[in-house]
């Protein structure tokens, strides 16, 4: 099984090369294979199917237990370059990847969720070459991210099977010697307006254009001529088609950067849609929404972090909406651009996160480490109009008795404002705010009756007493019940776990779901919620679809829970 689409659907090129597939492999448990020159070895014991982890069964290793290190190695064929460069680029690889050409190191790269790339013209010659990586990482080490990853030999609680080295899709470009770095795009719907912060690498004059169409109408274009790696330009497009669940309208953008060398064309789109927080409301379009979020970890049960198919991406959002849901948290993982192109397409919100798990929130030098790291993520998503907001920490707990270090909470928000100012921000899920433009808390009771009383008098009129002392419910900011639910269901057997006591009929089943779901969306003072989950992960059988995504309930069934999820929130009606 191969992952053959283009990953990067923001931004095409039509010239380019996927690298996934057969690449020879080899295991380095003492982390000394950089040491031992393993880059210049002629022949590696092992195959994997790249891009899946050598913990997965699609990579065709399936080892369990914890790697340090590993290498990669495989040998690709070059035309003649004349002036144009050659880019290699790495979806994503944990942790810390060194890579090598010709047996000559070109770079290296710390994190294990972002895509980094580097320019190997200069390392490569006309014919054959060989490519050689070595990833290190350890999901123990508590400076490094690692999210949902098990730090025992064996997944446990909401821990699951590690991830390491390369898990996202390798590849080439061929661009000319001046070319399209990185583009962002601001979009004002009240004014029409088309802002955009080009990027360009290369040196000498550049001509950059912008052409915007919908359904092939021409809608607005820009050009500029520059020496600048750094120009801004705009346009205001003729027919102002919001994007928004029901309809995610996209607009088509053609990018153009003419010079000397040549022209680069790349094929991109944008949605105009404006998310605001307006008092303890959150809008989208100028218009009140109550956010029926899911909790979605990205786990796959043959390729872990890695889903098998692009299809699977696209499935498991037809899957949420087939419950009722229009978004959901991507939890504890950055998840691939292929699913957040989806999510634009399909209408369906998401919130950018982070896998903060693995990582001592309580670290002096926290910042230095975990800022890079994210803004990385917030970078290579900002254009999606389906990311609706971002929250880079998720349940900061103390560590070996030390509290989080709040300036690394409140740096990271601040960082984050700074760059994108559309977007509210949560500085971490559930506990403990420090700055927040909405404040979350999750609660995991599943008595609807008891929830109906324990929120009964949060509305405008009344304050609200929080239900946990952890926690003070900061007046005036939207209300968020970020996680919920998680009702254990495993069907013919009982193993496993959920939150809470499991329902011993699908008739109670049903009749919990639905009843949390109208406590919470018959208050007006709650902008959304995010039922966990979408689908059982391992040993955590709390999903609404088992872990290979076949239903656990009737269609019937099914169609009752939608509905209860779909009517009409209070917040709506304000």
């Not at 010709?102 to 010659?125: L, Q, R």
């Not at 969306?521 to 995504?549: I, S």
């Amino acid at each position: 099984m191969e992952r053959k689409a283009y990953p990067r659907p923001e931004l095409v090129r039509k010239n380019w090369t996927n690298l996934n597939g057969k690449w020879d492999f080899e295991f380095d448990f003492g982390v000394t294979g950089r040491e031992r020159k393993v880059y210049s070895q002629e022949k590696f014991s092992k195959k994997i199917n790249v891009p899946f982890c050598p913990e997965s069964k699609l990579s065709g290793i399936e080892y369990k237990d914890f790697i340090n290190a590993c290498w990669y190695r495989k040998t690709i064929k070059v035309g003649k370059l004349g002036t144009d460069r050659l880019l290699l680029n790495f979806e994503a690889a944990y942790y810390t990847t060194y890579v090598y050409v010709n047996e000559k190191e070109v770079g290296s790269h710390n994190g294990g969720y972002t895509p980094f790339s580097f320019d190997i013209t200069d390392y490569v010659v006309e014919g054959n070459n060989t490519i050689v990586v070595c990833c290190e990482g350890d999901s123990r080490n508590l400076s490094q991210p690692s999210g949902k990853q098990s730090p025992k030999y064996n997944s446990y609680g909401c821990m699951y099977t590690r991830t390491t080295g390369i898990w996202q899709t390798v590849w080439l470009e061929r661009v000319p010697a001046v070319y399209l770095k990185k583009i962002f795009i601001d979009t004002d719907i009240d004014a029409g307006i088309v802002t955009a912060r080009v990027y360009t690498e290369g040196k000498g004059e550049r001509k950059i254009s912008l052409v915007s169409k919908f359904d092939s109408s021409l809608q607005g274009k820009a050009t500029v001529s520059t020496k600048s790696s750094l120009t801004t330009l705009q346009f205001n497009v003729k027919d102002v088609h919001l994007w928004d669940v029901e309809n995610p309208n996209l607009y088509d953008l053609t990018i153009t950067v003419e010079s000397e060398f040549g022209k680069d064309t790349v094929s991109s789109y944008f949605g105009m849609r404006k998310i605001e927080v307006d008092g303890t409301l959150l809008k989208l379009n100028g218009k009140n929404i109550f956010m029926r979020l899911v909790l979605d970890q990205g786990f796959y049960p043959d390729g872990v972090y890695t889903a098998p198919t692009d299809e699977a991406l696209l499935n498991d959002i037809l899957l949420s909406q087939r419950m009722g849901f229009n978004g959901a948290r991507l939890h504890e993982k950055v998840f691939e651009r292929r699913f957040i192109y989806e999510a634009d397409k399909h209408g369906y919100l998401v919130w950018g996160e982070y896998p903060n798990w693995g990582f001592d929130a309580s670290l002096s030098e926290g910042v230095q480490i975990y800022l890079p790291e994210w803004m990385e993520s917030v970078e290579r998503d900002y254009n999606h109009p389906a990311l609706i907001g971002w929250c880079p920490f998720n349940e900061t707990w103390n560590v070996n008795g030390r509290a989080q270090n709040n300036e690394l909470l409140r740096s990271i928000y601040n960082e984050t404002k700074k760059f994108d100012k559309s977007r509210p921000v949560i500085d971490t899920s559930g506990n403990y705010h420090v700055v927040t433009d909405i404040f979350d808390i999750h609660d995991y009771n599943q008595n609807e009756v008891f929830l109906h009383e324990r929120y009964k008098d949060f509305n405008e009129n009344e304050v609200f007493v929080n239900y946990t002392e952890r926690q003070s419910y900061t007046e005036g900011l939207p209300y968020f019940l970020s996680e919920y639910g998680g009702i254990k269901w495993t069907g013919d057997d009982d193993q496993g776990w959920g939150y809470g006591n499991a329902p011993k009929t699908l008739e109670e089943f049903e009749k919990r779901y639905v009843g949390m779901i109208d406590a919470f969306r018959a208050n007006p003072r709650m902008c959304g919620v995010c039922y966990t989950q979408l689908y059982d992960v391992e040993q955590e059988r709390n999903g609404l679809y088992y872990y290979d995504r076949t239903p656990k309930f009737s269609d019937e069934m099914m169609d009752r829970m939608k509905k209860a999820m779909e009517e009409v929130a209070a917040i709506e009606k304000l």
